[in-house]
């Protein structure tokens, strides 16, 4: 149980073109879903948090005009990187909480690594 | 906000040897997690320990929430155990140390 995918695996896009990833929760409903980004030989940062419904809310330093978050459904939540540069390739990983559960316990999606050229 | 630190960044062992990771964190929380992230990136999920101890086979986990730490037992090491061992803690957010590199020689 609680099974996070992501899709794709890994993505190569040209300088300036946009990239969607999505996330989703595949045996379980997720109200809060987290976006991170994990650049090589590094640890995780959180880029934001997205609810259900509503607007994602996100870290000091991230700019949500680049990074668009929809989280439209109990088990979709969607990452676009808009305009997309050389310095935005990085180790993009989501995970899910469950809707209604007791803790807070996250759970990890694969990750997709883009690559902008 | 909560700082979270792992010790030691690196450490290397023979198959077989039996090794401790710590992870101290600055404030109360409600979440603790540690990870395995193995060489594709998947982050695996260890155990969620907020407080108390668990065990999972050749693992295992004890969380003082008093005192803000925790450790990570691994005994008998396999080089399958190879990979960065992560800690994160919180309670709506996660927050993430540097990790523990650990290799396993065969």
């Known amino acids: 149980g609680a099974v996070v995918s992501q899709h794709p695996s890994r993505v190569i896009c040209k300088s300036g073109t946009s990239v969607k990833i999505e996330c989703r929760s595949l045996?379980?409903?997720?109200?809060?879903m987290f976006w991170y980004r994990q650049f090589p030989k590094q640890s995780l940062m959180l880029m934001a948090t997205?609810?259900?419904?509503?607007?994602?809310?996100?870290e000091q330093g991230v700019e949500k005009d680049k990074f668009l978050i929809n989280h439209a459904s109990l088990t979709l939540s969607t990452l676009t990187v808009t305009s997309a540069h050389p310095e935005d390739s990085s180790f993009y990983i989501c995970?899910?909480?469950?809707?209604?559960?007791?803790?807070?316990?996250?759970?990890f999606g694969p990750g997709t690594r883009l690559t902008v050229t | 906000g909560i700082q979270v630190e792992q010790s030691p960044p690196d450490l290397i062992l023979q198959e077989g040897a039996n090794s401790t990771l710590r992870c101290n964190f600055s404030?109360?929380?409600?979440?603790l997690q540690w990870f395995h992230q193995n060489p594709w990136g998947q982050l695996i999920n260890l155990f969620y320990?907020?407080?108390g101890t668990k065990q999972n086979g050749r693992l295992s986990a004890t969380t003082v929430a008093t005192e803000r730490y925790s450790l990570l037992y691994i005994s008998s090491s396999q080089t399958t155990d190879s990979g960065v061992y992560f800690c994160?803690?919180?309670?709506?957010?996660?927050?993430f140390g540097q990790g523990t590199r650990l290799t396993i020689n065969p």
């Open positions: 995970s899910a909480r469950e809707a209604g559960g007791l803790s807070y316990e996250q759970y």
């Open positions: 045996d379980f409903q997720a109200t809060t």
């Open positions: 997205s609810n259900e419904g509503s607007k994602a809310t996100y």
């Open positions: 404030d109360s929380v409600n979440n």
């Open positions: 320990i907020p407080s």
């Open positions: 994160a803690v919180g309670a709506q957010k996660l927050v």
